[in-house]
């Protein structure tokens, strides 16, 4: 499909006026719908009402529209964009020339900003529902670091305050990251931490823990929800905050589009599923009104491997079990990573939309071992000039394996894949890969099976 | 000039085809030239033969060349810098709304590496004639650790040894940046070092110093000269690195050309002047030559204010005194500024090129405190978005001052600066600034007499 004849260049940006206006909803899409939020209390679906004592109005709607396709972009977030965006589609001739693969590789480069990835397209929408609606701040939890400094940016444009709870090991590995978000004017804290009454709960039951994106979860929607004029906001995992990301997908495909690509796989390393999410909406919408096909990758690690050794079921989305229950690939709420270096993916759950998606086979997905995926993210860094952040390298990993598989066969194959941030804060990481003192804890299936004991009967 | 009836986007990106092919030479323009090199036992001019154990043949050539305008770009260069390049020239809309004022506010970001600067620039075009003379490798100095980052990231791709001196007081404050050379595969030595005789002499006379860029380049010409197959590179000061850099300003005034902007004040800090010497490039070349008229400001800190307190006379570039002698606004070779967190401009002189010009009245200059500049770069990361590097701080110091004064005055001037680089690495400063515990030392009268009474007698 791909129109070889106009030379496409390195790197694709699309001009101002070719912006996405519309997020993209793929659950319009999905003829079998994502199961519903469930009140842990009652067992039945989530209402609006029980909703917004936790997300600000707007987002909850968002949260529970599963048929409206689109949404429109308030003018004030596209101009934001504007400001970051659009990201680049770039054409990795260097990595195909080195792997001598007859494939086509395409990232879509979602880096160039200070938050170092593509969080800040969901915390600009976030911080700015929350403001419409007249709110004092936003509380959220971060791993690695890359959602708390998206809201703290989006946060300090808007003039919101903004609380984070950090989760601890990635607190003590990236202390330059609690810099960027004090500078942007947030309040940090690691989790889990005695400001909450389930951080003070989990210390007492997980005494030493470095803590997980679960229990930050926990502590962040306590500190919401114990006091006037705030909401909580979630970087990921959220049906909502893939509808924000669908925007990576809506600039790739215009972008490909323009230039007559089409892409055979495509391939994103899933935490939550925001980034995967969001980049494979607009194709997998394709896909699901039959329109065109594409295979669909999802990575992770093999330390936190969800989608690949989870369960399909009923669960909290976070440790403290404050948070409604949500059907997904998870590893259970009790499940606390080993200490891998990619944060953002140490989450025990995914994305309700994504686990239903893959449930139904219509995505893959593996996982991959630490070390390799830094010896990819090594070698990307080399041979196409940009430092990878960790989770992104998992995606990176992937694609490589699969333009080598091209190799072989000779078959020229178009990969996409989501560079979804940079590694600048990850050096910490980099410094153990670099003196090959890099370990990673792969879960025994007698430590998944306490883990899934421990699932909430539904 | 403006023509405003084009709707100007928030980031202007050149496509590929527009993108430079070669280096403008601003000295060709320049009717009383920059003093040539000296030697400093002969005070004789260095020639080709004397500067070629130190530089590769190529460079040496573009060093001493003040007659020809332009410079091929060789086509591998160019393809390197398709992977990064072109880089934005941004309306600052934002920053122009919140300084309520009516002058119209540019910046051409070089950021989006990840060597985080301009640097990568000049490194690639370095390490590529290296190369094509057949060496092994390569030394340099790094203040920041934005050169050498750029230099390990261009040796890394074209497969060169690197060998980095990186000033101690840097290496101390920025142990990622260390890590970053690294997994670029390059050697990093803190410096003074122990490794090279003028290190332990530097050692010996100034037990405890944190070092200074000085110092370093000392301890790189010697490593670099005392073994086979190696040259030194240089990131800044010297008239063939103005030359590469040139590719900033050419960029931004096609650019600014397609879209009918013409500025009238353009800023940039100023360290050793690759940065501001490469923006101003192709405007003051036009000024020389009568067709046009443009203010240009060089922004330089008050702890090492060159051009704004020091003298223009002969100097050694290094602390150590191993290389040639060059005329130019200098502290003394032997003044080792305070721990100004600004590293890249901690550097005792500047340009020959840039000191000639500004002592032609062509330039203006001032220097700003770095309480002050870390402050503007904190209203500049909450209001554009990207946290600045302290050095390009500077400039955004000075813009923002121009801006207010416009405000007063009502006019509406358009206002242009360079943003050199991302603050992504200087966390720890601005932790001290997010702590009240900045501090800087301004030199006194009495401390650069001192300095000034070891200057060589020319």
Redesign the interface.
């Known amino acids: 499909m791909n129109n070889e004849t106009k030379k496409i ?3 694709i ?1 699309l ?2 006026h070719e912006m996405p206006t519309q997020y993209y909803n793929v659950r319009a899409d999905m003829k079998k719908k994502p199961a519903p939020l469930l009140n842990p209390g009652t067992l039945q679906p989530m209402t609006f009402d029980e909703l917004r004592g936790v997300f600000c109005d707007e987002l909850v709607k968002q949260e529970l529209d599963d048929t409206t396709a689109y949404f429109d972009i308030p003018q004030e977030i596209q101009e ?1 964009y ?3 965006r659009p990201a680049p589609l770039v054409r990795a001739y ?1 990595l195909e020339e080195r792997l001598q693969t007859p494939a086509k590789i395409y990232y879509k480069f979602e880096g ?3 938050s ?1 990835s593509h969080k800040l397209n969901s915390a600009i929408a976030q911080a700015y529902y929350a403001k419409e609606q007249g709110l004092k701040g936003v509380t959220t939890e971060t791993g690695a670091g890359q959602w708390g400094t998206a809201l703290s ?1 989006a946060c ?2 808007l003039g919101l305050d903004c609380d984070v709870y950090m989760v601890k090991v990635s607190y003590e590995q990236k ?2 990251r609690r ?2 978000m ?4 947030a309040k940090v804290t690691p989790s889990p931490s005695e400001s909450t009454a389930v951080g003070r709960k989990i210390l007492a039951d997980h005494p030493g823990t470095t803590g997980s994106l679960g229990c930050a979860i926990s502590e962040a929607v306590e500190a919401a929800t114990s006091r006037e004029g705030y909401r909580y906001v979630l970087g990921s995992v959220l049906s909502q905050v893939l509808l924000h990301q669908s925007i990576i997908g809506l600039e790739t495909k215009t972008a490909m589009d323009k230039y007559g690509i089409t892409p055979d796989i495509i391939i994103g390393c899933a935490g939550g599923g925001s980034n995967l999410g969001g980049l494979i909406s607009p194709f997998m919408g394709e896909k699901l009104r039959g329109e065109k096909d594409y295979r669909f990758i999802a990575v992770e690690p093999a330390s936190c491997p969800s989608l690949t050794r989870g369960k399909y079921a009923y669960d909290f989305c976070d440790t403290g079990m404050v948070c409604p229950l949500s059907k997904m690939y998870t590893l259970g709420s009790g499940f606390i990573p080993s200490a891998n270096h990619a944060g953002g993916l140490r989450y025990h759950g995914m994305s309700s939309v994504l686990s239903e998606l893959y449930d139904q086979g219509l995505i893959e997905a593996r996982s991959v071992e630490q070390t390799e995926v830094f010896k990819a993210a ?1 070698d990307f ?7 990878p952040a960790p989770e992104s390298s998992h995606a990176i990993k992937a694609a490589m394996d699969e333009a080598l598989k091209c190799k072989e066969t000779g078959e020229e194959k178009t990969i996409l894949f989501g560079l979804t941030g ?1 590694g ?2 990850d ?2 990481a ?2 153990q ?2 003196n090959g003192q890099m370990s990673d804890h792969i879960p025994t299936d007698e430590e998944l099976q306490i883990s899934f004991d421990g699932l909430p009967r539904v």
């Open positions: 260049p390195y790197k940006y001009e101002e934001f504007k400001m970051y260097c160039n900003n200070t170092g940016m300090a444009y202390p330059f810099e960027v004090r500078t942007y004017g090594e860094a080399r041979i196409e000039g940009i430092l940079t600048y804060f050096l910490k980099y410094e890969f670099n």
